[in-house]
């Protein structure tokens, strides 16, 4: 299966450097990725994660959050997009019959209204408690208004699955091939989950939210302040989130040089593996100029 990287709409948020580790400045904004992958499966194309969509551009106000729209000024440009990226790539997006969620924070599920003809995957617990809308905070990262396609989704209960490379609960997905997997990671929020696919050159793992930078996967782990002090103010599970980590982190240790980790919303990670900086859109036609970013 060939899969391709899509950056769908970076955040940009307030301080600089200290969120992303490489903006000159702290007082400049920093430039996040939002980091989905499109798979082109045998029986269509499969969409991990959406990003922000086209009615997220068109009415941020009305259908994003105040606070995050001032905390973490996206990058709100329509080419951006999955669904133009897709199109972009000579593909067409009605073919998009399945998109997979890591969770359903407003920038990782924007553009789910984008693809009405798509079932959605998600864990019942992410489905469950989302609707709920308990806290403030969850009124600000759950958003009703994006959920127009709730007639497709398809949740699965947790605890059930198999092993695989060290995690339980792994399940395959109804009606995609075996090389897609769901690999639960709570914690970011109570139903995460990370998704993993075998494609051509071995498998990778979209991560999610479950850790927001590369520094993390490493020996002796570190994070920007900024990203270290958002991931606390945005966990459900802390003891989860960083028992799921530190499992990453051994899985990467003991796997990295034949499985791919990678997150949502690390930009090196995300140029490293679609071989363009992060603030170009998706195309067929051969890039002039590839990441250096290691990580």
Known sequence: MRIHHLNCI????????????????????GQLACHCVLVEAPRGLVLIDTGLGLRDVADPRGRLSAF??????????????????????????????????????FDHAGGLDDFPQARVHLLASERGYAMQQRTWLDRQRFRPQQWSTQGHWIAY????GEDWLGFESVRDLRGLPPEILM?????????????????????????????????EMEAQPSCTPGLRFYQWMMEKDRKARLANQARLRALYARDGTHLRIFCSHDPLEFEYAAGRRIDEAASLAPHAHAAHAAY
């Not at 951006?80 to 019959?97: C, F, K, S």
């Not at 929020?189 to 991560?207: E, F, N, P, R, S």
Request: net charge negative; glycine share 12%.
């Open 68 to 105: 995050f729209l001032a905390l973490l000024s996206p990058d709100l440009r329509e080419e951006m997009t999955a669904v133009r990226q897709i199109a972009r790539m000579g593909l067409d997006p009605r073919d998009v019959r399945d998109i997979v969620l890591t969770h359903l924070d």
């Open 183 to 215: 690999v639960p990671l709570p914690g970011h929020t109570h139903g995460h989950t990370g998704v993993a696919i075998d494609g051509d050159d071995g498998w990778k793992l979209l991560a999610g939210d479950a850790y927001f930078c590369h520094h």
């Open 10 to 29: 970076s955040t940009c948020p307030l301080g600089g450097r200290l969120m992303d580790g490489r903006t000159r400045g702290i007082l400049e904004r």
């Open 157 to 160: 209960p947790s605890g059930r």
